[in-house]
């Protein structure tokens, strides 16, 4: 109990930018999290057709090719 009673004292003695900032902190640290997460679900990190072609031929470990290694062919 008495560490809780120390995290509300230290609290109550931060300065009131100091809070917003806290708070903004946590707001963009969110966001961020969630963007990410929205990312991942919208934009896969292997196209559906290169993967199936190449688990095929070489195994699910395949790593994709590179620019250069596409350039070539």
């Not at 946590?26 to 934009?43: D, G, M």
């Amino acid at each position: 109990m008495d560490f809780i009673q120390a995290k509300l004292g230290l609290y109550d003695d931060l300065l009131q930018r100091a809070r917003s900032d806290l708070s903004f902190e946590l707001i963009t640290h969110r966001f961020t999290k969630a963007a990410k997460r929205v990312i991942k679900n919208v934009i896969p990190k292997r196209s559906s057709r290169w993967t199936k072609k190449n688990e095929r031929k070489n195994g699910a470990d395949m790593e994709e090719p590179s620019m250069s290694t596409l350039k070539n062919k």
